[in-house]
């Protein structure tokens, strides 16, 4: 991922939560800082000391990267999508023209048994034709 550091921090190294303050120097009146509680302008190189207007910044630009990206799989979600409803209509397509194939099938077998019948039911009245006259 990124780097730890970006955007607006909420603990120190030294494991202290960060604390939010408002600067009173003349270089940088009013301006707002994100700071560990315990650190001081000697060891500010190990506690947390970052300025607020810069760490909206990175979290903005962070925030930019994040919403292409869930743009971008958006977009192939759907792709993937249209590729899977065209599929599915093709599929639905070739189920009817199977279902209209079986159809055929069987109102075919069912005259095969209709002549299969008749030619039994021929068979069974000659049978009993022969047996009472001879």
């Known amino acids: 991922m990124g780097d730890r550091r970006r955007g607006i921090p909420t603990t120190c190294r030294c494991g202290e939560a960060v604390?939010?303050?408002?600067?009173?120097?003349?270089k940088n009146p009013g301006r707002l800082f994100h700071?560990?509680?315990?650190?001081?302008?000697e060891?500010?190189?190990?506690?947390?000391?970052?300025?607020?207007d810069e760490s909206m910044v990175e979290e903005i630009e962070d925030l930019k990267l994040k919403v292409n990206n869930v743009e971008?799989?958006?977009i192939s979600l759907q792709?993937?999508?249209?590729?899977?409803?065209?599929?599915?209509?093709?599929?639905q397509m070739e189920t009817r023209v199977c279902e209209a194939v079986v159809e055929k099938e069987?109102?075919?077998?069912?005259?095969?048994?209709?002549s299969l019948?008749?030619?039994?039911?021929?068979?069974?009245?000659?049978?009993?034709?022969y047996f009472f006259l001879f």
């Open 19 to 26: 604390r939010m303050g408002t600067s009173r120097t003349a």
């Open 35 to 41: 700071s560990c509680p315990n650190g001081s302008d």
């Open 43 to 52: 060891d500010r190189w190990y506690h947390t000391f970052k300025w607020t």
């Open 72 to 74: 971008e799989d958006s």
């Open 79 to 91: 792709k993937s999508f249209n590729a899977c409803e065209s599929e599915v209509e093709t599929l």
């Open 106 to 114: 069987l109102q075919e077998c069912k005259m095969e048994l209709r």
């Open 117 to 129: 019948k008749n030619m039994i039911g021929c068979v069974v009245v000659m049978m009993l034709v």
